[in-house]
Nanobody, 122 residues
Framework: QVQLVESGGGLVQPGGSLRLSCAAS????????MGWYRRAAGKQRELVAS???????NYAESVEGRFTISRDNAKKTVYLQLASLNAEDTAVYYC????????????????WGQGTQVIVSS
């Protein structure tokens, strides 16, 4: 069993900052890519940022220069630092991880967090 637990969402004023965290736990052998998606009301899900196990990052054009993704492999945790927030960043943010785990055998699967709400409003 593998779980991803997110934290750090909330209400923030325009121009403000937040830090999201997502910790993985369970029968994990290794974690490949980790990242964050978001879904705003009435919009399609959007890939916000991703980071490989080696630290290579990728960002959506809409957040480039404002958001920073990082990870702590020892803690099996991925972070998303959000800065210069605006109303368009309001969404539910979901972390994901590509995990190599073990049960009766080894397998690779994608896992998702439960989502954390970010609201940018004055």
């Amino acid at each position: 069993q593998v779980q991803l637990v997110e934290s750090g969402g909330g209400l923030v004023q325009p121009g403000g900052s937040l830090r999201l965290s997502c910790a993985a736990s369970g029968s994990i052998i290794s974690i490949n890519t980790m990242g964050w998606y978001r879904r705003a009301a009435g919009k399609q899900r959007e890939l916000v940022a991703s980071i490989t196990s080696g630290g290579t990052t990728n960002y959506a054009e809409s957040v480039e220069g404002r958001f920073t993704i990082s990870r702590d492999n020892a803690k099996k945790t991925v972070y998303l630092q959000l800065a210069s927030l605006n109303a368009e960043d309001t969404a539910v943010y979901y972390c994901y991880a590509v995990v190599v785990a073990y049960g009766s055998t080894y397998y690779t699967n994608n896992y998702w967090g439960q989502g954390t709400q970010v609201i940018v409003s004055s």
